[in-house]
T-cell receptor
Framework: AQTVTQSQPEMSVQEAETVTLSCTYD???????LFWYKQPPSRQMILVIR??????QNATENRFSVNFQKAAKSFSLKISDSQLGDAAMYFC??????????????FGKGTRLSVIA | DAGVTQSPTHLIKTRGQQVTLRCSPK?????VSWYQQALGQGPQFIFQ???????QRGNFPDRFSGHQFPNYSSELNVNALLLGDSALYLC?????????????FGNGTRLTVT
C-alpha cells in the first residue's frame, strides 16, 4: 500500500517571503500522480498543483512550484511571494496511474501554514 | 455551473444511531467518492460509486454503506454510530471516461457523535 508522509505539522512564513512544504511517499509503482491540495477554513479541498511521475520537469502554477525527486520519493511544494490568502492546511496526495477507473487519493496528514503580515 | 454540493453542513448524532449524508456531483461528473477526515488528519478513502455500483472500497467496516442514484447523486450511510465516526465527510466527483480527471470536492459534512 502507498503511504504519504508530511513531517511538518505546522509552518509559518512572512508575507511576501518563500516557504517550502515537505512531502515524502512510499510506493512500488512506477507510474503515478502527485498532488498538493489546499484546505482553507471553508473546508473545501482545492487543487493547487499536480505532477505526473513520468514527467521529469517540475510542475509550476503561478507562485506555486514543486521539487519532484522520483528516486528519493520526495515531492515538496514551494510557495513564492506568500500572501495572507495562502494560509490553510496543505495536503500532499498520491494517486496510482492505473488506467481503469478513477483510483482514490492517498493523503498525508497535512501541514498547517500560517502567513504573518 | 454548480460544483459539488453536500448536505447537511453539520450534524449531531448519538452513539448507536444511523446517519445519511448526501452529495450532488459537479455537473457532467458521473463518479462519486467519499472520504472521511478525522480531526487533525488527512482524508481517508471510504468508497467510490460509478453506474450506481460500489467500484472501490477503502478499509472501512460494513457499517459504512452507500448508494448512487441515476442522476449520479450519492448517499453515505453509517449505521451503529461510534464516537470515532466523528469527522468531516468529504464528497468528491469526477468524470470516469476522462481517465485521471481531477477530483472536485464539496465543502463536507461535519458529523459529531456524542
Amino acid at each position: 500500500a502507498q503511504t504519504v508522509t508530511q513531517s511538518q505539522p505546522e509552518m509559518s512564513v512572512q508575507e511576501a517571503e518563500t516557504v517550502t512544504l515537505s512531502c515524502t511517499y512510499d510506493t512500488s509503482e512506477s507510474d503515478y500522480y502527485l498532488f498538493w491540495y489546499k484546505q482553507p477554513p471553508s473546508r473545501q479541498m482545492i487543487l493547487v498543483i499536480r505532477q505526473e511521475a513520468y514527467k521529469q520537469q517540475n510542475a509550476t502554477e503561478n507562485r506555486f512550484s514543486v521539487n519532484f525527486q522520483k528516486a528519493a520519493k520526495s515531492f515538496s511544494l514551494k510557495i513564492s511571494d506568500s500572501q495572507l490568502g495562502d494560509a490553510a492546511m496543505y495536503f500532499c496526495a498520491y494517486r496510482s496511474a492505473i488506467i481503469t477507473g478513477n483510483t482514490p487519493l492517498v493523503f498525508g496528514k497535512g501541514t498547517r501554514l500560517s502567513v504573518i503580515a | 455551473d454548480a460544483g459539488v454540493t453536500q448536505s447537511p453542513t453539520h450534524l449531531i448524532k448519538t452513539r448507536g444511531q444511523q446517519v445519511t449524508l448526501r452529495c450532488s456531483p459537479k455537473s457532467g461528473h458521473d463518479t462519486v467518492s467519499w472520504y472521511q477526515q478525522a480531526l487533525g488528519q488527512g482524508p481517508q478513502f471510504i468508497f467510490q460509486y460509478y453506474e450506481e455500483e460500489e467500484r472501490q472500497r477503502g478499509n472501512f467496516p460494513d457499517r459504512f454503506s452507500g448508494h448512487q442514484f441515476p442522476n449520479y447523486s450519492s448517499e453515505l450511510n453509517v449505521n451503529a454510530l461510534l464516537l470515532g465516526d466523528s469527522a468531516l465527510y468529504l464528497c468528491a466527483s469526477s468524470h470516469r471516461a476522462l481517465g485521471l480527471s481531477p477530483l472536485h470536492f464539496g465543502n463536507g459534512t461535519r458529523l459529531t457523535v456524542t
